[in-house]
């Protein structure tokens, strides 16, 4: 069953909304992780997941200006929960439509699947805006007996 010293507390990481900042992310998914004995898999995919949206604000949140991201982390029994919040411009990510991947292959696009990505790949994908802040909270569901996902 679930060890105390695999239970992960909540965390909470600031960057610059600027692509430079994509190893911080890295480091800090993986601080925080790694007690959790998650397959190479199922940490490909959080990560994944995470830098795609983190990207994503921080090429669009800001136009013309480099604001800041707040990347949460925390555990809930067999749930890992991120949260996401920027200050930019509005934007819900449970509205965008779903790319056309042939179009996308075909015409030789780069971009536009990295919203897609993650919500396939996460458990849960919620937005809300709140107090000026885009604010997304996904769930990946996990293994806690030690055996990762």
Do not use: H
Request: proline letters at 3%; charged letters at 35%; a positive charge.
């Amino acid at each position: 069953m679930l060890k105390k010293e695999t239970k992960i507390k909540m965390n909470t990481l600031k960057v610059t909304g600027d692509l430079a900042e994509v190893e911080k992310i890295r480091t800090f998914l993986r601080e925080n992780l790694q007690a959790l004995n998650l397959s190479d898999k199922a940490y490909y995919l959080i990560e994944l997941s995470l830098l795609e949206i983190c990207i994503n604000i921080a090429r669009y949140a800001y136009p013309g200006d480099k604001g800041e991201i707040s990347l949460k982390i925390w555990q809930q029994q067999e749930k890992l929960f991120f949260e996401i919040r920027d200050w930019g411009i509005p934007f819900n990510p449970r509205k965008s439509k779903k790319p056309d991947i042939e179009e996308i292959i075909r015409k030789g696009k780069k971009g536009g699947l990295g919203i897609f990505i993650s919500r396939k790949l996460m458990d849960g994908f919620d937005y809300k805006r709140e107090n000026n802040q885009n604010v997304l909270t996904m769930y990946k569901r996990i293994k806690i007996d030690g055996a990762g996902t």
